[in-house]
């Protein structure tokens, strides 16, 4: 695995290392939630969150403020940024994924117990491109904070069934929201019922019916795969013979349209594929665009906006509207080189990997 330095050009980065006396990052969650492992085996997959203590660093929050989250996920960054503020706080929570905020719910009441004061916890279960909308809603006029931890959750990838992943065998559905699977009696609010349409439109939708050039065009522009045309052309063959339903089924006909030397490579030739019909299929680059300059818009005088992008597609598009921000003298950039994991926080959790932190301070 390659490993980054942390480093955010100003001296500000994750200082989460090993021993040291800020040292909490994953290490502090582990030794407040256990060891993870038997965490994870007993219980459920709990996503570890990620650049903690540099999230609540960055946030820089005080008590009695607003927080808002925006990818709410199994909650640890609000969690954390509760405990932080003895519970004196309000936390909107965002999630399109109903499981999301079923689970965090949950983590959430055991985690507050023996807190001083209980945290005011509002939860919306809708996209947070409707950022503005959702939290006028609320009647929430002012953010103090806005975090954006994008992508998906350890949950989502490992445990959802929704074909995330191409290491197992499930129906390719790969959609946030899961309203699709739902029965109708747990759609008890506007948010929920409001948004089913967003999950008609599934990856095996786009493998079976969208054209070679089409599908073609989303695997290079959103996975960057220099095989796209191939991938495309062996999926369009394949489909021929019969409808491709299954994650493990679009996995072996990606592994056999990629040269010989790319499928036995460190990264499964499916990685990039699979990232592309997720961002495709959830809209993640056009909500992404839209949702950030509402935050900007949301957040109060002094207020900081924190992005935590996972490929660079993201990461881009975050880069871009920090930028212009600063230009139209909106406030100024806090991390002019983007925050990374450390080496340690790569080890205890891979999925941290990718992580890149942006953050941006109203004036
Ligand atoms: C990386 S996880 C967040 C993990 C969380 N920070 C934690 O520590 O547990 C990302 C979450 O964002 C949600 N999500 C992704 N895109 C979204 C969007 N456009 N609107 C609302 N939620 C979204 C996913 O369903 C997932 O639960």
Redesign the pocket.
């Known amino acids: 695995m390659t490993k980054r330095k942390t480093s955010n050009g100003k001296g500000q980065g994750n200082k989460a290392k090993k021993g040291s006396k800020n040292g909490r990052g994953s290490n502090s969650w582990k030794k407040q939630n256990g060891p993870r492992k038997e965490f994870v085996k007993k219980e459920f997959t709990?996503?570890?969150?990620?650049l903690l203590q540099s999230v609540l660093e960055q946030l820089d929050l005080k008590k009695g403020q607003v927080f808002v989250?925006?990818?709410?996920?199994?909650?640890?960054?609000?969690e954390e940024v509760a405990k932080t503020m003895n519970g004196d706080i309000t936390i909107v929570g965002?999630?399109?994924?109903q499981d999301?905020i079923a689970r965090?719910g949950s983590n959430f009441e055991i985690a507050f117990k023996d807190l001083e004061k209980k945290p005011n916890v509002i939860f919306i279960n809708?996209?947070?491109?409707n950022l503005t909308k959702a939290l006028d809603e609320k009647g929430i006029s002012k953010a103090d904070a806005i975090?954006y931890?994008?992508?998906?959750?350890s949950?989502?990838l490992e445990e959802s069934g929704r074909g995330f992943s191409f290491r197992k065998d499930e129906p390719l559905i790969m959609t946030?929201s899961n309203k699709r699977n739902e029965t109708g009696n747990e759609s008890t609010t506007d948010e929920m019922t409001a948004k089913a349409s967003d999950v008609e439109f599934t990856a095996e939708d786009i493998i079976n019916d969208w054209d070679e050039e089409n599908i073609r065009t989303i695997i290079e522009s959103y996975g960057e795969d220099k095989f796209a045309w191939k991938i495309a052309k062996g999926i369009v063959k394949a489909r021929e013979l019969e409808r491709i339903t299954t994650t493990a089924k679009l996995a072996e006909i990606i592994k056999q349209s990629v040269p010989g030397f790319a499928r036995f490579g460190k990264t499964h030739p499916a990685t990039k594929t699979f990232q592309a019909l997720r961002i495709a299929i959830?809209d993640?680059l056009n909500?992404?665009t839209e949702?950030i300059p509402q935050a900007m818009e949301q957040l109060s005088e002094g207020g900081r906006l924190v992005v935590i992008s996972y490929h660079s597609l993201e990461d881009r598009i975050v880069k871009n509207f920090f930028k212009k921000f600063e230009e139209e003298e909106k406030g100024r950039i806090l991390t002019k080189r983007p925050i990374v994991p450390t080496e340690d926080e790569m080890d205890e959790n891979p999925r941290a990997r990718s992580a890149k932190m942006r953050v941006f301070q109203k004036i």
Not at 69 to 78: K, T
Not at 94 to 97: A, P, Q, V
Not at 149 to 153: P, Q, T, V
Request: glycine content about 10%; hydrophobic content about 35%.
């Open positions: 709990r996503h570890i969150p990620v989250d925006c990818n709410l996920g199994d909650g640890g960054h609000s965002f999630d399109l994924d999301a965090a809708d996209n947070f491109r975090l931890d994008l992508g998906l959750s949950y989502e946030f959830n993640e909500a992404l949702t």
